[in-house]
T-cell receptor, first 114, second 114 residues
Framework: RKEVEQDPGPFNVPEGATVAFNCTYS??????FFWYRQDCRKEPKLLMS???SGNEDGRFTAQLNRASQYISLLIRDSKLSDSATYLC???????????????FGRGTSLIVHP | NAGVTQTPKFQVLKTGQSMTLQCAQD?????MSWYRQDPGMGLRLIHY???????DQGEVPNGYNVSRSTTEDFPLRLLSAAPSQTSVYFC?????????????FGPGTRLTVT
């Protein structure tokens, strides 16, 4: 079983829709969590970090559920420009030397249509 | 700041050839890493480094070597290219202090091995 799992989609939604993605992780020692966005044939870019208390950035809301070991991303009022692949990233950190191991999910594809 | 730069952008190799993918960052980040991205597989960690002179293996290190002689540079060497190494390679960097560990990615190198 892969350590970080995401539904690959694609999620095909109309403009203005609300869409949610989940990501589950298997390592209970995971310490930090992120959502990245990747446009076709481009590098991933940070969308938002995910905090235990949940956090919101405009139309985007991220939640972390440590007990059930999943994180979620909610996008409200979808725009055409939100079409991309959304990558879930989970880091397991080590206390000495600043080392950490990031694990990426395979990504969820979102297509927003007019 | 240029951020994270990678060269070359595209490369075609014949089986058995060797080459070095270059990666540099100007953000004084301690942590640098190399990933490969294959269709349907997400990003997989090849090697990473927490500072000059310190490197370690990731999930898929076989066939690749790295070294870190300076904070800025983290080259990836393919010792004897194989068709299975056809992929898109991303270099990334981040701070290692603090909670965030946000990674900044280079634009990628698209490698084809024939």
């Amino acid at each position: 079983r892969k350590e970080v799992e995401q539904d690959p989609g694609p999620f095909n939604v109309p403009e203005g829709a609300t869409v949610a993605f989940n990501c589950t992780y298997s390592n209970s020692a995971s310490q930090s969590f992120f959502w990245y966005r990747q446009d076709c044939r481009k590098e991933p870019k940070l969308l938002m970090s995910v905090y235990s208390s949940g956090n919101e950035d405009g139309r985007f809301t991220a939640q972390l559920n440590r007990a059930s070991q999943y994180i979620s991303l909610l996008i409200r009022d979808s725009k055409l420009s939100d079409s991309a692949t959304y990558l879930c990233v989970v880091n397991v950190g080590f206390s000495s030397g600043g080392s950490y191991i990031p694990t990426f999910g395979r990504g969820t594809s979102l297509i927003v249509h007019p | 700041n240029a951020g994270v730069t990678q060269t070359p952008k595209f490369q075609v190799l014949k089986t058995g050839q060797s080459m070095t993918l270059q990666c540099a960052q100007d953000m004084n980040h301690e942590y640098m890493s190399w990933y490969r991205q294959d269709p349907g597989m997400g990003l997989r960690l090849i090697h990473y480094s927490v500072g000059a002179g310190i490197t370690d293996q990731g999930e898929v290190p076989n066939g690749y070597n790295v070294s870190r002689s300076t904070t800025e540079d983290f080259p990836l060497r393919l010792l004897s290219a194989a068709p299975s190494q056809t992929s898109v390679y991303f270099c990334a960097s981040s701070l290692t202090s603090g909670f965030s560990y946000e990674q900044y990615f280079g634009p990628g190198t698209r490698l084809t091995v024939t």
